[in-house]
């Protein structure tokens, strides 16, 4: 059988001792460098390089995992695999790393636990009958490991959160579950505010109700539509956005408890850090408050919380339910605010966001990665981290609505997996929205046993 070894030349050793075994046992293998040229196609010399390899063997490490090379040259395979029914690619683990998730589908071999019984175990393989080996359900399989590789990640949250390295970063899916309108319901309920009003002010043979007609026929940009709010809704803007996201009288939801328990002060461990927040809503510090847990939302540079109280930075702006809104109140929200984030790589939040990320583990839940700052800001810290880990998490739902196993479907996580990672995120999937909390308690609970352990 031809076997081709893909590996980080920091991994050669290792490469050349399993390539030695299966030489032993019969095999045609090959494991040098791709030998790819600045301005080469990467998928395409890949497609040529491995089209007659029977198997396909990926070496996972430390160094991989910080290679961004190596990670491109290992999904451009799993590119390269998408339409094949065959069970051609065996990633082997040679440190205890997390297995990514477009990989997750393939049967994996640990080196790590076991370097004896795992290359007997990979001899093994290659021994069985191919349609033997690809007789379990690649669901069945993707499940499984999965759901090993989502329980490595919680327990390295859980010990974030002891150790009080854990910040949660919350974005517009956070609170939509407990009825803050969702962005686009919120700019369509803002539009027809600011129609109304000009068909008023101007005589204008429109009303509220043409909201939908007019976003559906111009399809203005979120940020574009922004800029017309604020400006027509002149200083009725925030008092107008802040009627919007209360209109429903949102109070709580599953996640946003699981959140608060969270949050609360641990027995054997430190507390949480901090929470990011890019809401304006103040659901979070409602419930924080219904728990008795101490907090302080901090909007701006002059806020300070006191030790033993939970900051709540809330980088995009801060618009309570009730009481007045905070003096020269700036909430990030159309595109000159957006611009004067990039200006001021100095201002607050900008600072706040970076300091987080090179310090803490961060979490990220309720967010699409869309936002152009947040995306400059993550590719800051990843730069400057020396190791280039991927040692801050996004759970994401899955593509598919379906489970099917559409190369289509596949295609998408393994592209949303792609940029996250490049990112320095790694990613934890779910199927449904409900699992999100769940994960959450779980970190909880583990992180309370963590000091037991």
Known sequence: MKIYISYTHLDKEQAALIADKLKEAGHDVTFDSWNIKHGDNLIKKISRTIKSADALILLLSRNSEQSKWVMHEFSAIAFNDLSSQEQRIIPVLIDKVAIPS???????????????????KLIEFFEKDRNEVTQQSSKEIHREQQAKTRENK?????????????TLVSGSGVTVDAGVPSWNDLLLQLLGTMITRMSTDHALPMSGADANKFHSRY?????????????NLGNDFLKELRDALYCSNPQSSDLLDAIVDLSRPQRDGKPLDSIITFNFDALLEENLEKQ????????????????NELPVYHVHGFLPRKGPIPENMEVVFSEDAYHNQFIDPFSWSNLIQLNK??????LFIGLSLTDPNLRRLLDVAIRKN??????????????????????????ALLLEEQDANELGLSVIWVDEFHEIPVILNSIAIKSGSTQKS
Do not use: W
């Open 219 to 231: 399809s203005p940009s979120s940020l574009v539509v922004g800029t017309y709010l604020k400006i």
């Open 357 to 362: 990320l090179g310090q803490n583990t961060c």
């Open 386 to 411: 020396p190791e280039k880990t991927l040692n801050h998490f996004i759970i994401k739902k899955t593509p598919s609505n379906t489970q099917s196993e559409a190369t289509m479907d596949k295609l």
């Open 102 to 120: 477009y990989l997750s589908q393939y049967m994996y071999i640990d080196l790590y636990s076991d370097h004896e019984h795992g290359i007997r």
């Open 292 to 307: 008795n847990i101490a907090h302080r939302a901090i909007y701006g540079e002059g806020v300070r919380n006191s030790p």
């Open 154 to 166: 919680i327990i390295e949250l859980a010990k974030a959160l002891h150790d009080g390295r854990l």
